[in-house]
């Protein structure tokens, strides 16, 4: 079965600073990856994908994402957060009719 | 930017109720699906719909469940008799292809609150 691991629940970062979200999936076959960033009562945004090809994929916003198969990771970086960054962020696998297998979920937390 | 339309924002309704939820998918996608979150936890895949009928459903969409596409635009999750624990955040969902190359839509949810 295929499953995500964000092992984050919390990150605090201050504003500018660099960020780096884990992500580490188990899935049968060639995964499909996602990450979304959801803000306080609101819906998902994609902020970037992966199918195949080049490795380092980039997304929305400034972020960027980095599938390791050696590492089972598909962690989401950016250079340089602002403080409008402040959300819950999903990594999510799967495809197909089967629907996407989300983590838990990391809070990003931005200091001023 | 296309968009997937869900209605309402917000339902209260009292245990033992029947909802309906309502989405609009993007209009020429093909695979449309059902997630909840409940508050605070992971988003959870309900249901697949494709081609007039389920594709794939979780343990979690149980008799309780039904959907339906009415009339060819409108994409619906049917709660027959709630509970309190249906209490969640839902988000519909669509695509145009099975293996969302071209992008995997979620609409802003529906929030139903079981009192």
């Known amino acids: 079965a295929q499953s995500v691991t964000q092992p984050d629940i919390h990150i605090t970062v201050s504003e500018g600073a660099s960020l780096e979200l884990r992500c580490n999936y188990s899935?049968?076959?060639?995964?499909?990856l996602f990450w979304y960033v959801q803000s306080p009562g609101q819906g998902l945004q994609l902020l970037l994908k992966y199918f195949s090809g080049d490795t380092l994929v980039q997304g929305i916003k400034g972020f960027e994402a980095e599938f390791k198969r050696s590492q089972s990771s598909f962690n989401l970086r950016k250079p340089s957060v602002h403080w409008s960054d402040a959300a819950e962020y999903f990594c999510a696998v799967g495809g197909g009719a089967d629907g996407l297998t989300f983590g838990k979920g990391t809070h990003l937390i931005i200091q001023p | 930017e296309p968009e997937v339309t869900q209605t309402p924002s917000h339902q209260v309704t009292q245990m033992g109720q029947e909802v309906i939820l309502r989405c609009v998918p993007i209009?020429?996608?093909?695979?449309f699906y059902w997630y909840r979150q409940i508050l605070g936890q992971k988003v959870e895949f309900l249901v697949s719909f494709y081609n007039n009928e389920i594709s794939e459903k979780s343990e979690i969409f149980d008799d309780q469940f039904s959907v339906e596409r009415p009339d060819g635009s409108n994409f619906t999750l049917k709660i027959r008799s709630t509970k309190l624990e249906d209490s969640a955040m839902y988000f519909c969902a669509s695509s145009l292809d099975r293996d969302h190359t071209y992008g995997y839509t979620f609409g802003s949810g529906t929030r139903l609150t079981v009192v």
């Open positions: 209009s020429n996608h093909l695979y």
């Open positions: 899935y049968g076959a060639t995964p499909y």
